[in-house]
């Protein structure tokens, strides 16, 4: 009959390691694997959807440029957006914020990686009495001192994916905060252009009231120089100085706004007000774009970044789940531990005297209805995840629905007020030419003059508008942020 022979140290380090390794590999990831929610399922925008706005077409496209702004054709406005992308505190906020989710990744896959060692070294000053242990007969040895070294190492085995699912979740925080940059970039660049189109409607706003305020100064000279003639009454002369302080009253608020803007650009740009510039934008620094490149619904979702941001919380709560799933089931650690421990500090070099090796298994009893219902709330979560996600994609369809027909809208506005304007000026001509000839008084003269420039105020406000609302189609569309411009 053959002898057992007891194992070694190092023979039982290895049986111990094989039924590690096979327990690791037999083990399986609980929890859901995550799948991203279909998108939108039609195929326009809205029923009926125009191919035109006027003179805009609506052109398909696999994609919206990064830098939509071009689209303009405003030199300065490109580089205002340009110079905003590199130095406004709001996008280095969000670096940051993704630079510390990075990190707390990287972390927690280091720390899933590698098992935890740690050494150590300590000195202590004892003393044991053999009789309080129940050895009277042993001599008291006295006070002693013992100085020690030693390394530590602990691994636990992610046998049901905990820590797979952990990783999975932060590195969905990662998305999420990579998806929130791009979104404040997007957010960034929507503000300086329709602060800056604001801008050059509130500065041709200005000028054509000041014109305005001009016709009617002159009319009210006239009807003070009639009333003195006795040809009208005191209460004509009152309603015209009183329209022309109502007009007045206009202009300072318009010159605030106006202020305001600049102020605005400059601290877009991380810039104090002081720095703001000095002109501001016109009319005529921008061009509607003829042409509007429009992407499919379905296709909405993966562009837009805000969109993107909700489905990285969708997929952390998925991953939410899978960790409050493993916890119900038990942990495995593996432990091991070596060292010198003697009496006097020139023998700890003499080879090491104590270790151990274990593995445990941790099973929750007690925790058994708060572990599952942790899971239940995570379960919950998630569903509520799921939600806000499919609102997401709605709130973006509806952006891009409610953008088309605003300049649906626009155009028809646009058109109506180009048209007034232009008989106004027609009408403003002929009192010209009867002025000149006699037929009219000049007070008819300029409140033809007045009317006219009234007409070419509502203009100008609607081609501004115009604009504005197809930069906020062009955002609402979203675009390739990840291929940020340079």
Request: with cysteine.
């Amino acid at each position: 009959m053959a002898t057992l022979r007891p194992r070694s140290p190092l023979q039982r380090f290895a049986a111990l390691a094989a039924l590690l390794a096979a327990l690791l590999a037999a083990g399986c990831t609980v929890g859901p694997d995550f799948r991203v929610p279909p998108g939108a399922s039609s195929t326009a925008y809205l029923p009926g959807a125009p191919a035109r706005a006027g003179a805009q077409a609506f052109a398909d496209a696999d994609d919206i440029r990064a830098d939509w702004w071009a689209l303009f054709a405003s030199p300065r406005l490109d580089a205002a957006v340009r110079e905003s992308l590199a130095l406004s505190p709001t996008l280095d906020v969000a670096r940051a914020r993704l630079i510390e989710a990075q990190e707390n990744r990287t972390a927690g896959v280091d720390a899933a990686a590698w098992p935890s060692a740690s050494a150590r070294a300590g000195i202590e000053r004892e003393r044991i009495d053999p009789a309080a242990i129940g050895f009277p007969q042993v001599p008291n040895p006295g006070p002693f001192t013992l100085y020690g070294v030693g390394v530590d190492i602990a691994f636990t085995f992610d046998v049901f994916g905990g820590t797979r699912r952990e990783l999975e979740g932060l590195a969905a925080a990662v998305d999420y905060q990579r998806f929130e940059l791009e979104a404040a970039q997007r957010t960034l660049a929507a503000n300086v252009v329709t602060t800056a189109l604001r801008q050059a409607s509130l500065a041709a706003q200005i000028g054509t009231l000041g014109r305005i305020i001009a016709a009617q100064r002159d009319s009210l000279a006239i009807a003070q120089k009639r009333f003195e003639q006795g040809a009208i009454a005191a209460v004509d002369v009152d309603s015209q100085r009183a329209l022309l302080a109502q007009t007045n009253a206009r202009m300072p608020g318009l010159r605030a706004q106006l202020a305001q803007s600049a102020h605005q650009l400059a601290v877009y740009a991380g810039h104090e007000p002081a720095a703001a510039a000095a002109r501001p934008y016109t009319l005529a620094d921008f061009s509607l774009p003829p042409e509007i490149p429009l992407t499919l619904p379905s296709t909405l979702a993966q562009r837009r970044p805000d969109v993107r941001a909700s489905e990285a919380l969708l997929h952390r709560a998925s991953a939410d789940v899978g960790v409050a799933s493993a916890n119900l089931f038990p942990r495995i650690t593996f432990a091991a531990s070596g060292g010198s421990t003697r009496t006097s500090l020139q023998d700890l070099a003499s080879g090491i005297n104590l270790w151990n090796i274990g593995l445990n298994l941790v099973q929750p009893l007690t925790r058994g209805p708060e572990l599952a219902a942790r899971k239940r709330a995570a379960v919950a979560a998630f569903d509520a995840a799921k939600a806000t996600y499919r609102s997401s994609v709605l709130h973006a369809l509806q952006n891009v629905a409610d953008a088309l027909r605003t300049l649906e809208a626009d155009a028809a506005t646009s058109t109506a007020r180009r048209d007034q304007a232009e008989a106004s000026s027609r009408a403003y001509e002929i009192t010209q030419r009867r002025y000149a000839l006699g037929g009219v008084s000049q007070l008819a003269l300029l409140d033809a003059e007045r009317t006219w420039l009234e007409a070419a105020l509502s203009s100008d406000e609607a081609d501004a508008a115009r604009l504005a609302d197809t930069a906020a189609l062009l955002d609402a569309l979203g675009g390739r942020w990840w291929e940020s411009p340079k």
